[in-house]
T-cell receptor, first 115, second 111 residues
Framework: DAGVIQSPRHEVTEMGQEVTLRCKPI?????LFWYRQTMMRGLELLIY????????DSGMPEDRFSAKMPNASFSTLKIQPSEPRDSAVYFC?????????????FGPGTRLTVL | QQQVKQSPQSLIVQKGGISIINCAYE??????FPWYQQFPGKGPALLIA?????SEKKEGRFTISFNKSAKQFSLHIMDSQPGDSATYFC??????????FGAGTQVVVTP
């Protein structure tokens, strides 16, 4: 398996623009997670899905952030409008189950820079 | 507020030395403690994990020590190699499976 695939790997945009990050989880994994990594706040869970259904979005920072999973093999994280403080590395991860012992497999991340 | 506190923030160790990273938690509902390793430009990857009913777990040069009463656990990297240079995250999870990560420790192993 190719692992978790994320695109784009790098995104540079201007404040106010819409940004869409994409993720393809590992085939057969029922859970998909979106994380944000910054120097100040470390790794934060933003939202996770089970069988394409959003289960917990309590980590989504603001209404400017939205996430969807239209099918088992694709998810998007959208920021509209983007702000400089959204600059971070965004990771997508997937796992077979949510049970604590289940390994979460992370993608390579998307480095977002908002000017 | 981070539920898992990790120290040090960074450390430099000579090749062949021992790297030690410490973590502490408060939530007694946590029942699984993984460590993730992250190389520059990559996503975190599971390195080793432990349950609280075990005091130590060893995999190759990596050992987790767990002190349930103190609510502390640590990662020891024996015979550190330059290829071990990475950022290490401790984490904890409860039965809900949501990972709570520590702040990370950047390890640099000098030749």
């Amino acid at each position: 398996d190719a692992g978790v695939i994320q695109s784009p790997r790098h995104e540079v945009t201007e404040m106010g623009q819409e940004v869409t990050l994409r993720c393809k989880p590992i085939s057969g994994h029922d859970y998909l997670f979106w994380y944000r990594q910054t120097m100040m706040r470390g790794l934060e869970l933003l939202i996770y899905f089970n069988n394409n259904v959003p289960i917990d979005d309590s980590g989504m920072p603001e209404d400017r952030f939205s996430a969807k999973m239209p099918n088992a093999s694709f998810s998007t994280l959208k920021i509209q409008p983007s702000e400089p403080r959204d600059s971070a590395v965004y990771f997508c991860a997937s796992s077979l189950r949510l049970a604590g012992t289940d390994t979460q497999y992370f993608g390579p991340g998307t480095r977002l820079t908002v000017l | 507020q981070q539920q898992v506190k990790q120290s040090p923030q960074s450390l430099i160790v000579q090749k062949g030395g021992i790297s030690i990273i410490n973590c502490a938690y408060e939530n007694t509902a946590f029942d699984y403690f993984p460590w993730y390793q992250q190389f520059p430009g990559k996503g975190p990857a599971l390195l080793i994990a432990i349950r609280p009913d075990v005091s130590e777990k060893k995999e190759g040069r990596f050992t987790i020590s767990f002190n349930k009463s103190a609510k502390q656990f640590s990662l020891h990297i024996m015979d550190s190699q330059p290829g071990d240079s990475a950022t290490y995250f401790c984490a904890a999870t409860d039965s809900w499976g949501k990972l709570q990560f520590g702040a990370g420790t950047q390890v640099v192993v000098t030749p």
